[in-house]
Structures are given as structure tokens and as C-alpha cells.
């Protein structure tokens, strides 16, 4: 596994408008069975730091706690060519009031309380760090993806 | 690194829409760095196996050419709780004739050429063995991200 770097990656302005957008980025971890694994996430962005929100029974949780290297790519709802990919790390707290998945639920829903949690679950806020931000310039080619 | 299983996980046909829609999946790489890499892509799915297209000076082929590890999770355009997951290996080919890249160019942009390469590029078929796929039931909660 790669040393973290001291560094701390900054989200060029020119990509800020995707993080504050209602977008579902796809996070990228390592499974204990050595296979990666892909999927959707909800995310705030306080204008510093990527966060989401997961549960301790999920299997990203329990990845991220094995090994807590992380990519992210966040694509603009309303437009295909705009995205970012934020490759780092990953810290977990507890987020035993409920505080930030209850921001997950005003940014995404509108309500104040993430809704569809079932008793006691266990609630993880994931925090990224960002060491290498890759904002592909589309301008001038057909697309991103080919 | 785990080794290759001798199972073809085989798409369920509940998500077979997806990946015949117009979708940009994401995929995860391992970089040679050792971080995680996040990336959106187009595919064609012949009913059996998912491909996509590179080009050989691109982060992805490197990173697929040292560590054929992929993930991929494509989501339904038009309903983001329909989606999949499938982790796989990946198999490299060149697209000398451009014959699949050109099938990308019908998919997506309804012309018969892929037209936005430069000249002498150096066009790879990736394709996905599928060991594992997840399909998220997401009938009775929020989301699937959260």
C-alpha cells in the first residue's frame, strides 16, 4: 500500500458546481477477498472535504476499514463530459447523532431526517482525503469515455 | 492478487436493460501507485460479455495491463435505484480494424465511425470476465447509496 502523502489535493473551482449538485458519485474500494468493488454514493462537500454517509453492516464500510484507499469519480448531473475523479483516503467516525446523514437527507430530499434507516442502525461518516484531483478537459474531444 | 475463478457470473435478465441503455458506466482500476482509479466509460453488451474501448496511451490501459482487477457499476439513465455491479477481470485486445470502437460510435452517437481519435491511435478492447455481480434490491429503501 502506497505511504499517505502529506499533501492535500484542492477541488479546482472550475469542478466545485458537481460536488454542490444533487449528483451520485461512484467510490471505488478494495474488498478483503482481493476483488475491487464499485458503487453509487450520496455525498455533501462542505467546500474543503468529501463526505458520505454508510452503515457498519455495508461491505464498503467494511472495506474501507481493511483498507482505506478510495477513489471517487462525480459526474455533473446535466452534463456527461463534466466530472472529476478525487483519488485518496478514507477516514470513518461514527456519526452516532445522526448529524451528517440528516445533511445527506436536506441536500438529496429536502427532509430533516434521513428517513429509512431501521432501528439501531449504526451510522459511519466517511470522510475523504484527497491526494490526486484528475479533471479531464473535454473541450475538444468527443467525450470522456472512449 | 486472488485467483482468476473458473465461474462466468451471468447478468440476471432484471438488469439486462441497463446495460444495453445508453449508460456511461464507471469502472475501478488498481494504479500502478497503488491508488484506486474511478473512471465513466461506454459499453457495448453483446448479451454476454461487457467491452468498452481505450486507447493504449491512456491511465486505464496502463493500469489494466499491470493488474487485470476491474469493477464496473453501470446505473440505469432514466432511474438511478436500477443499477448493477460486476467484478471482474479484464482481457486486453487491439481494435486494429476499429471494428468494435466503431459498434461504441452506432451505440451511442448513431454514426457508423468512432470520429474523434487522432491519427495513428492505438485502439484496445477491454473485456469484462465477470466473477461477481451484485443487483441491490432497492424495492424497499431510499436509495442505494446511502
Not at 478483503?32 to 464499485?38: A, E, N, V
Amino acid at each position: 500500500m502506497p505511504k499517505s502523502s502529506e499533501r492535500h489535493a484542492v477541488i479546482p473551482e472550475s469542478h466545485c458546481d458537481i460536488l454542490e449538485s444533487r449528483c451520485y458519485p461512484m467510490i471505488s474500494t478494495l474488498r478483503p477477498d482481493g476483488m475491487l468493488s464499485s458503487n453509487p454514493v450520496s455525498i455533501v462537500w462542505d467546500g474543503d472535504k468529501i463526505r458520505f454517509s454508510t452503515l457498519k453492516d455495508r461491505m464498503k464500510y467494511r472495506n474501507l476499514l481493511a483498507d482505506p484507499r478510495i477513489a471517487l469519480c462525480a459526474v455533473h448531473p446535466d452534463n456527461p463530459l463534466h466530472y472529476l475523479e478525487v483519488r485518496g483516503r478514507a477516514v470513518l467516525e461514527d456519526d452516532i447523532d445522526r448529524r451528517f446523514v440528516n445533511q445527506i437527507a436536506r441536500k438529496y430530499m429536502d427532509v430533516d431526517e434521513y428517513p429509512f434507516d431501521p432501528p439501531g442502525a449504526a451510522r459511519v461518516t466517511v470522510t475523504i482525503t484527497a491526494e490526486q484531483i484528475s479533471t479531464p478537459y473535454m473541450g475538444k474531444v468527443g467525450g470522456p469515455r472512449d
